[in-house]
Nanobody
Framework: QVQLVESGGGLVQPGGSLRLSCAAS????????MAWFRQAPGKEREFVAS????????YYADSVKGRFTISRDNAQNTGYLHMNSLKPEDTAIYYC????????????WGQGTQVTVSS
């Protein structure tokens, strides 16, 4: 199993930037994918971005394309979500997730970190 711990959330003004981190521990060597999801108050959880744990395949939700960048450091067993040009509608709890299989649901989740975009 893998354990995930997010950090880096906070309050930022519109147009600002934040970097979220997801530290993975446990059985990380055989991970297939790491992803970021978010859930705003009163809304369903939604996909933000994903990255192949060992590879270059990356996907983004249309709502964050061109503003967010997902990356990972295998040596540090850490994933990142760089968020630029933040908007109030980006306000949500952001969750890191991981899976071992190429397809299917994400089985492992972090506790989430709050991102608030407000002036």
């Amino acid at each position: 199993q893998v354990q995930l711990v997010e950090s880096g959330g906070g309050l930022v003004q519109p147009g600002g930037s934040l970097r979220l981190s997801c530290a993975a521990s446990g059985r990380t060597s055989s991970l297939f994918n790491m992803a970021w999801f978010r859930q705003a108050p009163g809304k369903e959880r939604e996909f933000v971005a994903s990255i192949r744990w060992r590879g270059t395949t990356i996907y983004y939700a249309d709502s964050v394309k061109g503003r967010f960048t997902i990356s990972r450091d295998n040596a540090q067993n850490t994933g990142y979500l760089h968020m630029n040009s933040l908007k109030p509608e980006d306000t949500a709890i952001y969750y890191c997730a991981a899976r071992y299989l190429q397809t299917g649901s994400y089985d492992y989740w972090g506790q989430g970190t709050q991102v608030t975009v407000s002036s």
